[in-house]
């Protein structure tokens, strides 16, 4: 049973809430928050091992920038939490890179401070400017498409294996949980010689 269903099969809380709001509820955007706010809380300190510099962006900063940017996909047909979980791995990606930017773009010229992220793994595909990821996983993604949303959803989104193949199924994209280890194995090595020679 997916953790976005009750027992019986019927829609969980967080999915209830989404369709709600895109109903247009008043009140069911306050009760969404409260329903992931926990979630993407602790989706989002999983991300952050440290930040190089004086300044850092917390985790609850970025679940709180994340709200900010939640009236853009409310028009969504939301089926699932799963659906809700890849969306926000995209927009906590697409926060990080501008926050990032906008770092490098005040500092430029006096040895900007990268933005490191490390999502609880000690791999040095994953410690790194995480422009110089986000750059990486887009070449990634020319050729496996796959392997790159694996790593967008458990780096950038901090999502367990679990949780990645029950966005990748609600997705269309077909996986287990195996073919998500593999996935995320291959992507860290490929990675890892791409921003190693870049």
């Not at 969504?76 to 927009?91: E, K, P, S, T």
């Amino acid at each position: 049973m997916s953790a976005s269903e009750d027992q019986n099969g019927a829609p969980g809380d967080i999915t209830r809430c989404l369709q709600d709001w895109r109903g247009g509820e008043e009140d069911a955007l306050a009760r969404l928050t409260a329903a992931v706010y926990r979630e993407l809380r602790r989706l989002a300190s999983s991300l952050f091992a440290a930040e190089s510099g004086d300044r850092t962006l917390q985790p609850t900063a970025l679940v709180h920038e994340l709200y900010l940017q939640l009236p853009s996909v409310q028009h969504l047909d939301w089926q699932c939490r799963a659906q809700f979980l890849n969306v926000a791995a995209r927009m906590m990606r697409n926060i990080l890179v501008d926050h990032a930017r906008r770092r490098h773009a005040a500092k430029r010229g006096g040895g900007a401070a990268p933005v490191i992220v490390d999502a609880q793994v000690d791999d040095p595909a994953l410690k790194s400017d995480v422009l110089v990821i986000n750059a990486a996983l887009d070449r990634l993604s020319e050729h496996y498409p796959r392997q790159s949303r694996v790593v967008e959803l458990r780096f950038f989104g901090g999502l367990t294996n679990e949780e990645t193949c029950e966005v990748l199924g609600a997705t269309g994209v077909e996986c287990s949980q195996r073919t998500v280890e593999r996935d995320w194995t291959f992507a860290r090595a490929w990675l890892q010689n791409a921003i190693g020679t870049s």
